[in-house]
């Protein structure tokens, strides 16, 4: 298939049928009898009979409760966990011992060097007279910097789609190559017929990742070519998904927020004119309006959510998985379980409900001493979630600055203006101050420590009135771009499955008998 941009887009001769309007539809959909409540903005397609509600009731009358099925054999469960404790725990000497670097890092946070790739770097450190020694940190995608990315942007739409652009195909676009992009992705946001009713209404979920996982898994079934390597078909699929990852989370919390919280449902298509920021915006709220420095400052954030190196959790998980020769879908899906994850995507939801501990906790947030004293309980495990940490600050990588925080920190500013949340600023910029000097004094400190973008990602959010259960969400709707770059360069260049070592400490045992067994 010739992967060179023609009159049907970037997919080739056969990229007609994928970008027409219905391209989805060239699998049957599912067929289920209709009937029920008409859902409004919905192009007046009624509910098929069966979706969830609230309260599921049993023959009876009774309320069923989630896996009441099960309650018969839930005490087995708890019996048989003192066996995985016993044979699955691992000493952490042992990972000295035998010379393991556990998560893949070194004691210092350096990670293992794995691969090799042309689509981002993130630099940290620097050399001065032969001495590595802490720097502010850079983000560059395909060698230029997400601050001048964001500068060369200002005053223009489609912020997102450019570094999108960039990452997939290795150059900045010119003008008329991004509006063509842009006409190619906004193409892209349709779905199957019947998609949102049929797939994304069913067995609503409050983890809206899950969600996205099993939409993601369940379009594969609608592509007559899921499983073709080829690299206009990958990319194809990526633009579609990266097209439609917005509609995913949005529809998908819509379903949740009405089945589950009994509040109202309203599903707005999008606009293929308006950018990944505007459509968001656009499909989440009631009326479909936004600010311009609304959609500003969501473009931003998408931009720097993009891509952040081949080492990350989910990153890396998208290349292991292609490794293996599976599908894009299946790559995706992983890459969203990963990222799910509390440890890697769900960072700014910690932040948030610290900050919100210690708004509950302080007779006044203007109180230096009062504040400095509760951030050191965090730091001592006496306080929030008892862990010992102030989330948002330091990073696994970054030194002394996280080059995303500093330049979104200036859009939170003029957003918090815009919406009077001047004195809830007042607070991050107190915490960003005091905590790196509170972590340095309490812990040993190979670098230096700063606040990273999760600090204030969560903050803006809230600002934009994006509920919680959709930040980590939003997160993918960014970061599809990076992981479908990453893909095709490992379907490319490696051509190898991912297969590390590990040594076996299980030693060997003789078999007895099952009449012999204690």
């Known amino acids: 298939m010739n992967a060179v941009p023609n009159q049907y887009g970037f997919f080739g001769q056969d990229g007609r049928k994928f970008l027409q309007r219905m391209s989805w539809g ?6 289920r009898q209709q009937g029920g409540t008409e859902v409004p903005g919905c192009s007046q397609r009624k509910l098929p009979d069966g979706l969830p509600s609230e309260r599921k009731l049993t023959a009876m009358g009774k309320e069923q409760l989630p896996m009441d099925h099960l309650q018969n054999v839930m005490g087995y469960f708890d019996q048989q966990q003192p066996l995985c404790a016993e044979h699955d725990r691992i000493s952490k000497d042992l990972y ?3 010379g393991v670097k556990a998560g893949l890092r070194d004691e210092n946070g350096k990670g293992v060097l794995a691969g090799l790739t042309n689509i981002s770097d993130i630099r940290a450190f620097q050399y001065v007279d032969g001495v590595k020694k802490p720097a502010d940190g850079q983000l560059l995608y395909r060698g230029y910097d997400v601050k001048d990315l964001i500068r060369g942007s ?6 997102f789609e450019e570094a999108g652009y960039l990452l997939l195909f290795g150059e900045l676009p010119t003008q008329e190559k991004l509006e063509e992009f842009c006409r190619v992705l906004g193409e892209c946001r349709t779905m199957p017929t019947n998609f949102t ?14 969600s996205m996982a099993r939409s993601v898994l369940t379009l594969a079934s609608y592509d007559p070519k899921a499983g073709d390597l080829e690299i206009s078909n990958v990319l194809r699929q990526s633009i579609q998904l990266a097209g439609i990852f917005p509609m995913l989370a949005v529809y998908s919390y819509h379903a949740y927020n009405h ?13 293929p004119e308006l950018s990944t920021a505007e459509n968001f915006l656009r499909m989440l709220r009631p009326d479909m309006k936004y600010t311009e420095l609304e959609a500003r400052v969501l473009d931003v954030a998408l931009l720097l959510h993009a891509e952040h190196g081949g080492g990350n959790n989910s990153t890396f998980t998208t290349r292991v998985v292609t490794s293996s020769g599976t599908d894009t879908y299946s790559a995706m899906a992983a890459a969203l379980c990963s990222l799910k994850g509390p440890r890697h995507g769900g960072a700014n939801l910690m932040v ?19 504040l400095e004293a509760y951030l050191k309980k965090l730091l001592h495990g006496e306080a929030f979630d008892r862990k010992g940490l102030i989330y948002g600050m330091g990073h696994a990588v970054y030194s002394l600055s996280d080059p995303r925080e500093v330049v979104f920190k200036g859009y939170v500013e003029q957003l918090a203006h815009e919406k009077g949340r001047d004195k809830d600023l007042a607070l991050y910029n107190k915490i960003e101050h005091m905590a790196p000097q509170l972590i340095a004094e309490e812990r040993k400190i190979f670098k230096g420590v700063s606040p990273n973008v999760d600090f204030y990602s969560g903050f803006v959010y809230d600002m934009l009135g994006i509920p919680m259960e959709l930040y980590t969400p939003l997160f993918a709707v960014a970061r599809v771009m990076g992981w479908s770059a990453h893909r095709i360069e490992e379907l490319l260049s490696a051509n190898k499955i991912i297969r590390p070592a590990y040594k076996s400490l299980g030693g060997t045992h003789e078999y007895i008998r099952r009449n012999e067994r204690e």
């Open 154 to 159: 200002s005053g223009s739409r489609f912020a």
């Open 259 to 271: 089945y589950e919280k009994d509040g109202s449902m309203y599903i707005h298509r999008p606009d």
């Open 26 to 31: 060239v699998v049957p959909c599912f067929r």
């Open 352 to 370: 948030m409900q610290m900050m919100q501990n210690i708004r509950e906790n302080l007779h006044d947030t203007e109180d230096d001493e009062e």
């Open 96 to 98: 000295k011992e035998f």
């Open 197 to 210: 009713r049929d797939v994304i209404m069913k067995a609503p979920s409050h983890d809206i990742m899950n």
